[in-house]
């Protein structure tokens, strides 16, 4: 609703991704949460990433959970990514209303301009010193995990199928072994998903931070296999939306957003420890 009361997206430069980071920031202020905005500009126009720290834990000892909130032109972007967009904000909400006193530190980011190159992402891992880096043990990404014909997939933190982008910093496969109990403890297979750059993890592993999370796939055909493995439909994209107008809230797997946030949640809950 706020990217159809504002032109009809949330794209880089376009007002519904400024009234959705404010709706996002007036929810997290709300709820105690110690909120920025980081500024960038990028192709001749400014973009916002939204960072909210939640007061307590070990400082020295960061847990961070990010998505971006930026859509393409092209629609609404619900999917890509309001999902985790939403998903995260959820999660940030939830740890404020259970009083929940985490070991670590959390931190969490909504990324501007994604869509663009993860220009966002980049921009606010290249502002942290060295010492802030090494500071940040695990950085989760949502990114597309409401796919109407979804996958389950996990990022492949160990490399286990030896194939693909490799293995993640260390600590990697850690965070994927947790989020992999998460799916195996409701008895939902799961597959790994390589870190081929194409999410917003990209500029915290360049710099070694251990990273992770889930997705539920874009423009790729879910084979037969996976229509197997996970019901759906075989030969169809797992998102038919991607990156088009109809990604609405129509196109949204309402089991697989649910899963996908619940994982959030025990992610944060198992990686930041405490109470
Ligand atoms: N962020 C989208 C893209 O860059 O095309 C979709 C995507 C998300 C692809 C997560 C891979 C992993
Ligand atoms: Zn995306």
Redesign the pocket.
Known sequence: SIAAANGGNRAHGRPGYRASLDYIKSRLDAAGYQTRIQSFTYAGATGYNLIADWPGGNADEVLMVGA?LDSVTAGPGIN??GSGSAAVLETALTVARTGYRPSRHLRFGWWGA??LGLIGSRAYVNSLSSADRSRIKGYLNY??IGSPNAGYFVYDGDDSDGVGAGPGPAGSAEIERVIQEYFAGIGVPTRG?DF?G??DYGPFIQVGIPAGGT?TG?EGIKTSAQAQLWGGQAGVAFDRCYHRSCDTTGNINDTALDRNADSIAYAVWTLAGGS
């Open positions: 971006h890509d990514n994604e869509e990114d597309m998903t081929d194409r999410s997705f874009a």
